[in-house]
């Protein structure tokens, strides 16, 4: 059965640095979203992207945050100056369709900023 | 934006009895309600979702009811196995412009004691 894969599955960095979580998502499909979950809180959704570019994203995903689909296979979430604050689990996620279609999670990147 | 609650935070229950977890929306233009089981170490994965033009559905031990009316919907596990240990999480998503995201309630990890 197809998945969604990420890489890696653990990061440990220092404040003021960049880092580049990587996402394969499952290769029909067309729509890509990052959430983060950090310790003992909810999911939150950071930002939903098709077409080569962001459908939408959330308050959360400031000027530090960006995305990219590099290329026809990989779907990269990069946190350009890291904050503690980031230190979370971050997942990729990807739907067939858009609004409404089911998100498929990738098993997230722990991502711990010193 | 949307707000969803989720009950209990904990849940431990017999093999073989029911579970049920229950969530409640704030955005009443949520039409989709996915319910997502974490496994330790591994990211969400969908287990069923319920659109709104219906009230129940049912996959084998697994069901959800959902009531448009009060904004709430439930999941329940018939038949418990300790297989179904695992934080459980419901989620919602409307269908307003540009709103692909999904709102995540907070969890519930559920334990069945053999």
């Known amino acids: 059965e197809p998945e969604v894969t990420q890489t890696p599955s653990h990061q440990v960095t220092q404040m003021g640095q960049e880092v580049i979580l990587r996402c394969v998502p499952i290769?029909?499909?067309?729509?890509f979203y990052w959430y983060r979950q950090i310790l003992g809180q909810k999911v939150e959704f950071l930002v939903s992207?098709?077409?080569?570019?962001?459908?939408?994203k959330s308050e959360i995903f400031d000027d530090q945050f960006s995305v990219e689909r590099p290329d026809g296979s990989n779907f990269t979430l990069k946190i350009r100056s890291t904050k503690l604050e980031d230190s979370a689990m971050y997942f990729c996620?990807?739907?067939?369709?858009?609004?409404?279609?089911?998100?498929?999670f990738g098993p997230g990147t722990r991502l711990l900023v010193l | 934006g949307e707000n969803v609650e989720q009950h209990p935070s904990t849940l431990s229950v017999q093999e073989g009895d029911s579970a049920v977890i229950k969530c409640t929306y704030s955005d009443s233009a949520s039409n989709y309600f996915p319910w997502y089981k974490q496994e330790l170490g591994k990211g969400p994965q969908l287990i069923i979702d319920?659109?709104?033009?219906?009230g129940e559905k049912k996959d084998q031990r697994i069901a959800v009811t959902l009531n448009k009316t009060a904004k709430h919907f439930s999941l329940h596990i018939t038949e418990t196995q300790p297989e179904d240990s695992a934080v459980y999480f419901c989620a919602a998503s409307s269908p307003l412009s540009n709103d692909y995201k999904l709102s995540f309630g907070a969890g519930t990890t559920v334990t069945v004691r053999a």
């Open positions: 992207f098709y077409n080569n570019e962001i459908s939408e």
């Open positions: 290769s029909n499909h067309l729509y």
């Open positions: 319920i659109r709104s033009n219906v």
């Open positions: 996620a990807s739907s067939e369709g858009g609004r409404q279609e089911t998100q498929y």
